[in-house]
């Protein structure tokens, strides 16, 4: 399930990830969030907090995710994905490389530092 993340600043599309992803709660979650913050601020910041593992991501929301990224290519500002996973936190950084944007993974004990670096705070 992907939950809008509540108290976040109103520049950015906030996320937690728990169970099972599917491609519906990318269509009426996600899609709908990350299009506000576009039409609000013309480009995206946008935060995921993994609380699940890759594998409950189905086949659909893959497909989802990947056109949602594709869609927006010119328009990704920010990204944090907070997780405990060192190996997600090192492609995530990769990212940046490949996509317009910044890209940063944080350790889920740095939720605060990944929140104010994602809403272009002043750290």
């Known amino acids: 399930m992907i939950q809008l993340i509540p108290d ?3 520049n950015i599309a906030a996320f937690r990830a ?3 992803v599917t ?11 990350v299009e506000r913050v576009i039409r609000q601020i013309n480009h995206l910041n946008f935060l995921l ?7 409950n991501f189905t086949t659909g929301a893959w497909v989802q995710d ?11 500002n920010r990204a944090a994905i907070v997780t405990d996973s060192e190996t997600i ?9 490949l996509i317009p944007g910044e890209f940063k993974g944080f350790k889920k004990e740095q939720y605060d530092e990944a929140l104010t670096w994602v809403s272009e705070e002043t750290l």
């Open 23 to 33: 491609k519906e709660h990318f269509q009426n979650v996600v899609i709908p969030e």
């Open 89 to 97: 936190i090192s492609f995530t950084n990769g990212f940046s490389y």
């Open 49 to 55: 907090v993994l609380d699940t593992e890759l594998e």
């Open 66 to 76: 990947a056109m949602l990224g594709l869609k927006n290519i010119g328009k990704w």
């Open 8 to 10: 976040t600043p109103n």
């Open 18 to 20: 728990t169970g099972e």
